[in-house]
């Protein structure tokens, strides 16, 4: 076992962090310790710093994409020996409810949440080790091999959004990370052109970087006159929202074509509610999907467009700040000056 004390980020309320001495987690069976040498910033992670967040109750831990190298093992655990390099993501899902037993493993009735990857180690429950830790393959950096939970979301997302060959595809808060995600995916998934549309900031280079068809800054112009000069006054054949804000999400039913599919992939604040255009969402044909978070099947999914250099993970880690700078970090996501902080324990 490794005992004694660490450095690790608390999270007291909104827009409060303070970075503590705190004791090492002790494991039990089944669990592993790792000790953390990369973790990423998230929009979750933001969204929970600025106004909260329902699974987050303060004092607590903080963070949740993370990689490592396991520094020791519980009892009956053999696919993880002491020293391997590994990724896991924050959630596994307890495979024996309604929503399980039907496939749909991310609305698991008792899924459970692991957090605390913003300090030196993190203790990885048995459920969690045994559906959502992988070894990092060969060639893939612990912080890129970090970015697989908000990616195995999105791969849910694009699963979602049905992209075909010679789609046109925007993307409504595309120069974010998950935009960025999506942005390769869809390319990936054969469309002949993607969108983005954002404010424009650092993060527009990235999006160019990554062979962005198009950018719109909302900031200057109107989304939706861009969108349909550039589809032929038709709209695009799939919107896919990823900026999680209500007045965004209308303004995507707004971007799409008749028969085309809208993927409201953002998370509004809670108790956000917006406006639909009935006679659209009817006489267009409208397809409108939710997507939220990942399954076990998504995540090694994702894991495999890493390893294989589908999605390039290098271009949306921007910066690398070390633990003490945490809320530094935040702040530059918040202000659009980074895409992805990689926090170095």
Known sequence: MVRGKMKAAVYRGPSRLTIEEVEIPQIGEGEILVRVRAALICGTDLKTYLRGHRLVKP???????????????????????????????????????????????????DIFFNWGAFAEYIRVPARVVEQN??????????KEAALVEPLACVVRGSEAAGIELGDSVAIAGGTGPIGLMHLQLAFHRGAKEVIAIGLRDERWA??????????????????????????????????????????????????????????????????????LDTHRVHYDELTIKGSFHHTPRAVKKALDLLAFGVVRAKPLITHELPLERLEEALLMMKEGRAVKVAILP
């Open 133 to 142: 830790v992988h070894p990092i393959p060969e060639g893939l950096s612990y």
């Open 59 to 109: 004092p607590s831990p903080f963070g949740h994409e993370f990689a490592g190298e396991v520094a020791a093992t519980g009892r009956g655990i053999t696919r993880f020996p002491e020293g391997m390099s590994v990724v896991a993501v924050n959630s596994a899902p307890c495979n024996v409810c309604f929503f399980c037993k039907r496939g749909q493993h991310n609305l698991c009735e």
């Open 206 to 275: 990235v999006a160019e970087e990554l062979g962005v068809s198009h950018l719109i800054d909302a900031g200057s112009e109107d989304p939706v006159e861009r969108v349909l000069e550039l589809t032929e006054g038709r709209g695009a054949d799939v919107v896919i929202e990823s900026a999680g804000l209500p007045q965004v999400w209308e303004m995507a039913l707004k971007l799409v074509r008749k028969g085309g599919t809208v993927v409201f992939f953002g998370g509004c604040p809670s108790g956000s509610k917006i406006t």
